[in-house]
């Protein structure tokens, strides 16, 4: 159940978009799907929606075959990067919109109308048209017009990417705990990390237009599948030939077995975190190694820029590697 | 209107009148000087002219007007010129938003060229229009369509002078329009049909309903292009804008004005009615 995706490959001319994509989506999951941009995971997001048609393969939603199927009967809701809202009806027409159409009685529809401005928390801006809504209202009035029609998944495009980097950090928690509320099957599309991770039960990594991987995102961060999952997940550094996360690497002063032995070259501290750069003595690796220590460590080891330093990875660190 | 409720009260009773001197004061000298500017040259070129048919109108006194308007010979090229000009119009608003969406959302060979050939009879000297027309739809017409001496042929020239109003008006707003808005829709369940009646025609309307009336004005202040094919026969085929100049030629300028004052308030109406049903569109949604 939930949403099968069986064979599907997309092209806009000679740009493959998707390839031969198989995967399986569970239902009552929050799942992202998390890549660069343009590496398919809107055509994918805008193919389960029938707003775009694949070359081949098949959508199944719910144990409906929906590939044949025009978005109008897909009974899927769909909130765009920019809301689409419709500009000339108040707050409480567009949510309605989808109800209206459905011919639903009078007093059902303001029920609903009402009910889902509650959980949007939009009940005093209802007559308000979209045009006087800030950002993040507009996104949640756009998310509660999708809810409206109870549909079978919910599929968000990049939903909070147009919005400032705050408000964006409340959207996510806000939609996290819509989410464990109402229990429908959501699929997002996001190239943030960040916001893929701390949200979503599962992740699934697209880029051009093949999966890399698919897990929840301690599987994605611990066990990455390739570099590119690696790298793309959180920062990485090379450390002898292996990528590896900067804050994974062990640094003394004092010699020991070592990957790498180097000298402190830039010291900066951002927060609660330091960010060192330590250049290698190796004429194989001369490259610089990024090095992440929190300012407790480094007053402990007694780190000062400048320093000569021995580098190895910590026990239990995850590594890949390189080029 | 909010802030008003919210705001705490105005120490002096008399608020009201001193938000409105402060709105008067808003204006810097430079934005001064524009507005005077604007409203001298204005009034030059429009308010004054206007004022002046008035009271032309005004000067053969009631009668003259009275007289002028019951007269049948008038009458009918008034109602003739409201009645074409009013078809022309409802056939542009269709025909017009149509090759409005054409040009915006289809891709075709020669449509770089369909735009600019759009423009034509915007910059034709209209009494180019008329003898085009004339060869065309005249007596010697090639395609064997004679349309010359009847109402149709003030139809056919309206219509060809009027046609790219409504189309230039709804383009930009068309171009503007968030295909993605009726993607939303879609997956709401709307169909094509709703999507266009609920959606694209309340964000049009207003564009629709400007293009309209642009179309309408120019319909019953037509001259050159329909004269010639027309043939100007009292009670068939000639318009208001010939019954003036045979007024003018006859020396009765009174009358003249009488008939110009009448097609002014007509236009005037058919402003405020294009309006109110812009507004009603916008509300239905």
Redesign the interface.
Same mark, same amino acid.
């Given at each position: 159940m939930g949403i099968e995706i069986a064979g599907i490959t997309k092209k806009f001319g000679d740009f493959v978009a998707l390839e031969d994509i198989d995967l399986s989506i569970p239902s009552g999951q929050l799942t992202a799907l998390l890549g660069p941009s343009g590496g398919g995971k809107s055509t994918l997001l805008r193919i389960i929606?029938?707003?775009e048609s694949s070359d081949s393969g098949s959508v199944v939603i719910e144990g409906n075959d929906a590939t044949r199927l025009? #978005?109008?009967? $897909?009974?899927?809701?769909?909130v765009?990067q920019?809301y689409? #809202?419709?500009?000339?009806?108040s707050v409480r $027409?567009n949510i309605a919109?989808?109800l209206e159409?459905?011919k639903r009685p009078k007093n059902e529809i303001k029920a609903k109308v009402d009910e889902l401005l509650e959980l949007v928390h939009l009940t005093q801006w209802a007559d308000r048209l979209p045009s006087q809504l800030s950002g993040g209202q507009r996104q949640r009035m #756009?998310l509660a $017009?999708?809810l #409206?029609?109870e549909p079978t998944v919910l599929l968000l495009d990049e939903p909070f990417g147009a919005l400032d980097a705050k408000v964006r950090k409340e959207l996510r928690d806000w939609l996290r705990r819509l989410h464990d509320e109402v229990h429908v099957t959501t699929v997002f599309v996001t190239h943030d990390q960040e916001e893929a991770l701390e949200v979503a039960d599962s992740l699934v990594v697209i880029n051009e237009g093949r999966i890399e991987q698919v897990g929840t995102p301690d599987d994605l961060y611990d066990k990455p599948a390739s570099d590119f999952v690696l790298s793309f997940l959180g920062p990485v550094t090379t450390l002898g030939d292996k990528l590896i996360r900067p804050h994974d690497i062990d640094i003394s002063r004092y010699e020991q077995a070592a990957t790498a032995v180097g000298t402190i070259t830039r010291w900066t501290r951002v927060g609660f975190e330091i960010r060192l750069e330590v250049t290698p003595e190796d004429v194989l690796h001369p490259e610089p190694v990024q090095v992440v220590v929190t300012r407790a460590e480094a007053t402990a080891l007694d780190l000062h820029e400048g320093d000569r330093v021995w580098l190895r990875p910590q026990v239990g660190a995850d590594q890949v590697a390189g080029h | 209107m909010t802030t008003e409720i919210l705001a705490p009260p105005t120490p002096t009773p008399t608020g009201r009148r001193g938000r409105g001197r402060a709105r008067t004061n808003t204006l810097t000298r430079q934005s001064g000087l524009g507005l005077g500017l604007a409203l001298t040259w204005f009034s030059l070129l429009v308010l004054i002219p206007l004022a002046l048919i008035v009271i032309q109108a005004a000067d053969g006194g009631w009668a003259t007007f009275r007289d002028t308007l019951t007269d049948d010979q008038t009458f009918d090229a008034l109602r003739l010129t409201v009645e074409q000009s009013l078809l022309v119009t409802v056939v542009n608003v269709v025909m017009g938003t149509l090759i409005a969406w054409v040009l915006v959302r289809d891709r075709f060979w020669g449509k770089r060229l369909l735009e600019v050939i759009i423009d034509i009879p915007f910059a034709l000297p209209t009494i180019v229009a008329g003898l085009v027309l004339l060869s065309l739809y005249g007596p010697r017409s090639p395609i064997g369509i004679d349309v010359s001496n009847t109402e149709r042929a003030v139809f056919l020239a309206l219509l060809f002078v009027t046609l790219p109003f409504v189309v230039r008006t709804v383009q930009p707003v068309l171009l503007e329009l968030?295909p993605?808005?009726e993607?939303?829709?879609?997956?709401?369940?709307?169909?094509q049909l709703?999507t266009v009646r609920?959606?694209i025609l309340?964000?049009l309307a207003p564009a629709i309903t400007a293009g309209a009336a642009l179309s309408f004005a120019r319909g019953i202040s037509e001259y050159g292009s329909l004269v010639l094919l027309s043939g100007n026969l009292p009670h068939t085929s000639e318009v208001a804008s010939v019954r003036i100049l045979t007024y003018i030629e006859n020396g009765n300028e009174a009358a003249a004005a009488s008939v110009a004052v009448l097609l002014l308030l007509v236009a005037l109406a058919a402003i405020l009615a294009l309006q109110l049903v812009n507004r009603w569109v916008?509300r239905r949604?």
């Open positions: 929606a029938g707003l025009p #978005a109008q009967k $897909r009974n899927v809701g769909f765009f920019h689409a #809202a419709f500009k000339h009806l $027409r919109f989808g159409i459905r #756009a $017009r999708a #409206a029609i | 968030d993605e808005v993607q939303a829709a879609a997956s709401l369940g709307a169909s709703t609920r959606i309340p964000a916008a949604g």
